[in-house]
């Protein structure tokens, strides 16, 4: 009956991706608005289901850190989450009725460590032996240097001789609105695109030490003095941080309008940083179908249409009548 | 002690609505919508993507208190449309646009991936 109809008023939004590793993406976003950015960057952080520890058995412990200390470091450590998408939330698995210890909605984990040498032991991520080979502890060695004989993991907790840690732990599914430990994303920004333009003419008027000093007068380098020509140029726009400093300064040297700088309200540049839990470019693709699912969730119920549509009638016979 | 549980934030109650419609009752043609367990991300980008729609003279959305967890969107339109219908037009054309960003996304990480 409704939804169908009316102009289309969709946008086809361009994006073009910069410079991507596993953990890491830039990409600029054209042709939406800072709602659209703005709700996928809100997604990113707070609605991309992961994976987590999130109960703790703890048989011994003996260590200096205390049992919830111990509880609360185990479940900040990331794991491997590509299967999160797909996975059960413990809460509406049927399942396990919603004690949340089955294959479908919870991985299990064992660490048994004991330092047996006068040596401490550090206990780190690398000792959580995983029930599922898919969700596993983040390894980070090949992003570090690896000239070091060893790799190591996130450290736990320290031991010493004779001190022993021995705990059983359930990973589960979940969201960074929940518990930041279940957020797969470090940092997620994004800013609009700059638009600088330099008055040429207005430029030509100052001595090279003026065009020095109000190059000079921008916290972030974003302009330039080409050495052969002593024309100011513009090097890196995206350097510039909205501070309006050069503005400023432009105005209290007595030459207002030496630059305009206008934001692109329709073109963003976005930065990605993952925890390592899922790659930055799956988080992207993660976060638009979380915010889909959302938007599907909040379509209008059937019956909700027709109460109106009663009501309508209703309404109709009153102002009639 | 007497702390909610944090699941509070994003499960709807059993036996609540995930929205509801309340015409206004002096107004022709606006109406509120009440949508349980949703913030800024989903009251944002439909307050915005109504605002597109010309039969849409008022769009507005608020969180009326951070512990409700619930958002309430206001729609007035003209005569030729209906809040109920222009609500659906915003939701169909973001859905729509997300479909073109996924796409438009993977196409570009392919590229990506196969030129370095």
């Not at chain 1, 430029?203 to 020509?229: A, G, H």
């Not at chain 2, 597109?52 to 208190?65: C, E």
Request: hydrophobic share 35%; charged share 30%; aromatic share 6%.
């Amino acid at each position: 009956m409704e939804g169908g109809g009316g102009a289309s008023y969709q946008r086809f939004p361009v994006v073009k991706v910069r410079e991507t590793k596993d953990d890491y993406l830039k990409f600029e976003l054209r042709g939406t608005d800072a709602s659209v950015a703005n709700a996928l960057r809100r997604v990113m952080i707070a609605e991309v289901p992961t994976i987590a520890i999130d109960l703790v058995e703890i048989e011994v412990n003996s260590s200096v850190l205390n049992d919830e200390f111990i509880a609360h470091r185990l479940g900040l450590v990331p794991l491997t989450s590509d299967r999160a998408m797909s996975m059960r939330f413990s809460r509406d698995c049927d399942a396990c009725d919603g004690d949340g210890q089955c294959e479908f909605c919870s991985v299990e984990f064992h660490l048994r460590a004991k330092c047996m040498t006068d040596q401490t032991l550090d206990v780190t991520s690398k000792d959580l032996i995983s029930s599922d080979h898919t969700v596993v502890p983040v390894d980070f060695s090949d992003a570090l240097a690896d000239d070091s004989a060893e790799q190591k993991g996130i450290t736990i907790v320290k031991l010493r001789r004779g001190q022993e840690l021995r705990l059983r732990a359930i990973a589960r599914k979940g969201i960074g609105k929940d518990h930041a430990k279940w957020s797969p994303a470090a940092t997620v920004t994004f800013m609009y695109e700059p638009e600088i333009h330099i008055n040429e003419d207005l430029v030509e008027t100052l001595s090279l030490e003026e065009k020095q000093s109000w190059v000079e007068s921008s916290p972030t380098k974003v302009f330039d003095i080409n050495p052969n020509t002593e024309q100011v140029l513009v090097v890196d726009p995206e350097a510039y941080t909205y501070d309006e400093e050069v503005i400023k300064k432009a105005e209290a040297m007595g030459k207002p309008g030496l630059v305009e700088i206008y934001a692109k309200e329709d073109s963003f540049i976005f930065t990605v940083e993952s925890t390592g839990a899922i790659k930055a470019s799956q988080l992207v693709l993660n976060a638009i179908d979380v915010l889909k699912q959302k938007l599907d969730a909040v379509r209008l119920s059937e019956d909700t249409v027709e109460a109106d549509d009663q009501f309508g009638e209703l309404g109709a016979h009153m102002r009639g009548g | 002690m007497n702390a909610p549980d944090r699941y509070e934030r994003f499960v709807v109650p059993e036996g609540t609505k995930k929205v509801s419609y309340e015409r206004d009752t002096k107004i022709i043609n606006a109406a509120s919508f009440t949508i349980e367990r949703e913030d800024h991300t989903i009251g944002n980008i439909l307050r915005m993507q109504l605002h597109r729609d010309d039969n849409v003279l008022f769009a507005g959305y608020k969180l009326p208190h951070p512990l409700q967890y619930k958002i309430i969107v206001r729609v007035h339109t003209t005569s030729q449309s209906s809040p109920m219908q222009a609500y659906n037009q915003a939701i169909n054309d973001l859905d729509k646009e997300l479909d073109h960003l996924r796409n438009a996304f993977e196409t570009e990480m392919a590229k990506h991936s196969r030129d370095y």
